[in-house]
């Protein structure tokens, strides 16, 4: 008895060092649906979810399966079709999607699937916008999923201040400028307001400068070059005035290249 | 009162069951495999404790219900410990609800039991305990009632591997026929519409007594649903139980 | 003694149905006894007679075709008939999980109003006053039909029914029983005693009635059953020449000196009494044989 024992101890351990290419649980793939699942689920759905999901975090860190991302809206869909209000799924397929699948449109896709069923969670777009920004640059979407964000109840004071600044980057002064002067004006500590007032003057630049340029645009088409100094934009009536920043100090003009900035950087003031 | 003889002679049976205490075995080792799990997931480890606690009190429940219930009459004919009962001045009513009784009180304590553990377990991870907890386990309770009349009712007439089948079955359907209802909204008016509709009414619908999904995300539970399942549950129980008793009344023991 | 009626059947008929296409079988073709009060009424037939079936019609445990059952004059499947009546089944079995005294404890409570034994003095009474806190599981078959024998008497039932009670008991057993019934009888009470087991019958009852193949073939006194008449007289002798004792009757075996003989003809008996004496001879033993119960059953049955 005690040789039987020792024999198939042994043998276990053999057999599990033996490379076997199996990827346990995997047949939840083929569930055509998480409908289907969650009737299968008695009533049980809660905790099914549960598994899948620990189940997909095992999965789907497994690199020895290297087409595993198709299948990850599948399984979280069915994660979301057991238990909708289940939150941490959204969140963690996005961020798989994201930066191991390095696939922007499920992650997106994701996070709305979280939105629409649990539309007081003001996380998912917020997210969403934070992906669009960070990662792909593209600040139109960022734009519409933090004003998704922002109208949901609860949601934090920044994300206005992200969607402003997303408008800024589209070029949009004019919105831009009415946002945070909303939001400088709504501020109740010293920090908020400081930032608020950083934009503020950034945007009062932008504006600023479009302006200046366009106006050095219309005297270069006129006197085939450009000024020596801003002022001359004012004596030869192109300009009533020259604007000067939201700290009353001037703009810096480079006659040879025609550029303009800011005397100081907007942060450092 | 003669019912609650039977009721505690039945308790006293199912207490000393070792079947009793080999699911009660696995009950509490599912509880504490929660806390296992919890170290698995990514986020919220509340609410896997939660979901396996609610799952195992609720299943293991279901099980000792059918397990115990389905031997309740059975056992008594089979071994023929019924002939000297009922030639006592007791009738045959008394005696089904004194079985009813008595395994009831059985379930109830290990409801408790299992709950305690589950309490415990669930405070050292300090999570909240909500009304809405005791509330689904109440429901869980009134769920268990109904599984026990139905397998008492097969119990009178069926052996005991047929009668957990058929109680089993009676569960399975109970936690699908939501289904049914959604088949049947998609149904267009008529005969067959009508015909599945009537089915649907009468087959038990268990998810009414399903409070799980409320407890774990903390959801809002409109008040009139308690009053209407609770009736539900007793009414129906009820229902079965006279079924049971005609079934049993003219039963020749042979 | 009162001719109270304490138990009446009135044609009774059962048939059960068996098999997937319910083929009926009879079981009682119509039986019809009475019981009076305080006498011990023996129920007699071979297995399979339908003598359970009878009883277990009288305590509501199958439910008749057609018939009709008063017990003390009520109907019997009334509480008030069931409160006077005590039942022994065969084989009896009972919750494995009690104790002795949990196990009548809880039949005491099913006598709701009514006042029940003590619990000690009936296990005295039955012997078993030394195990009453052993789980029945435990006990052996004589220690459950003496358990058996004391739920019977739980309500001091006035009418007591028992099916094959000395089935099973050693000799001691089965003298302790008799003595029991005989007692029930001092005390004025009804016994229904239902047997295989003829020479147990033999002893106690005073009526009977024979129940073959779901019929009852005779019911009445027991005396009126059996003939006193003499059948034949069995008798031992030693010192006798064999051949000699053919002429009185037939011999039936030889051990040693000694002879068995069988003598039919009765004026024969004085006369080999006689002649063993002459011959000085020695007689062990003279056993007149009168007809037993028995000799009428097996008749009866081979009639049918």
Redesign the interface.
Known sequence: MVVSCGLFMGLKLITDQIPRKKVPGASIIYIPSGKYLK?AS??????F??LV??WS??YFSNHSVPERFQYLTHVFSIISEL?P????PY??GALIAIYDAKDFDTAMEILEKGLEKNPEQWIFPWQAGHYAQMILKDFKLAKKYYKMAMEIQGSPPITKRLYSNAVYELGDYETAWKNWLEIYKNADDKRVKKIASNHLYRTKAAIDIQKIKQALYKYKNKFGQLPKKLGVLVSSGILDSIPQDLDGRDYVYNPETGKIKTAVIPWKR | MKIRAVASNTFKEAIRDRVLYLLLFFAVISLISSRILALLTVGDKIKIIMDVGLASISLFGVLMAILMGTGLVYKEIDKKTIYTLLSKPINRLQFLLGKFFGLMATLFIMLVFMSLIFIIIFLLYSGQITWKFFVSLGFVFLELCLITSVALLFSCFSTPILSSIFSLSFYVIGHLSWGLETLIKKMKPGITKFLTQAVYALLPDLENFNFKSEVVHNLAIPPKIFLFSFLYGIIYTFFILVLAMLVFRRRDFI | MSKQKILEIKDLYKSFSSGFLGKKTKILKGISLEVNKGEIFGYLGPNGAGKTSTLKCILGLIFPDKGNIKVFGFDHLSIKAKQKIGFLPENPYFYDYLTSSEFLHFYSQLFQKQKTADIDALLKLVGLEENKDIQLRKFSKGMLQRLALAQTLLNDPELVLLDEPLGGLDPIGRKEIRDIILKLKEERKTVFLSSHILQDIEMICDRVAILVNGEVINQGRLEDLVSQEILFTEMTVSQINRKELENFGKTLTHYGNKSLIKIYDQNKVQEILQFINEKKGKVHSLVPRTQTLEDIFIGMVKQK
């Open positions: 009737y008695l009533g049980y759905s809660s905790l979810a549960d999901y620990i975090i095992q238990d209000n289940y939150l941490d969140q963690v």
